[in-house]
């Protein structure tokens, strides 16, 4: 069983930045694909970004190209998103997924992984 806990979330500014944190529990964290989501009422839950298990490869949804970075401590077992140039179009609950797989994905379908979720607000 995996445990993922966000945190970093909350009111920004348009035009800053901001950096979300996933914190897992579990053995397996340095072999598995980490990936970030986010969602807005009334829509669907979209890709952020993935981060695989193996080489520490990334790929990023591309809304978000340039602007965002997501990597991954081993040693503690958490992974990041860090965000700038943030517009109010970058609002959303922003969703930490794991996978027992090394290679990343941009399908929730194959992460059984969540945390919580952590809202980003970001104001104009």
């Known amino acids: 069983q995996v445990q993922l806990v966000e945190s970093g979330g909350g009111l920004v500014q348009a035009g800053g930045s901001m950096r979300l944190s996933c914190a897992a529990s579990?053995?397996?964290?340095?072999?598995?694909?980490m990936g970030w989501f986010r969602q807005v009422p009334g829509k669907e839950r979209e890709f952020v970004a993935s981060?695989?298990?193996?080489?520490?490869?990334?790929i990023y949804a591309d809304f978000v190209k340039g602007r965002f970075t997501m990597s991954r401590d081993n040693a503690k077992s958490t992974v990041y998103l860090q965000m700038s140039s943030l517009s109010p179009e970058d609002t959303a609950v922003y969703y930490c997924?794991?996978?027992?797989?090394?290679?990343?994905?941009?399908?929730?379908?194959?992460?059984?992984?969540w945390g919580q979720g952590s809202l980003v607000t970001v104001s104009s």
């Open positions: 997924a794991a996978r027992p797989h090394s290679l990343y994905s941009s399908s929730p379908s194959v992460y059984p992984y």
């Open positions: 981060i695989s298990g193996s080489d520490s490869s990334e």
């Open positions: 579990g053995r397996t964290f340095s072999t598995s694909a």
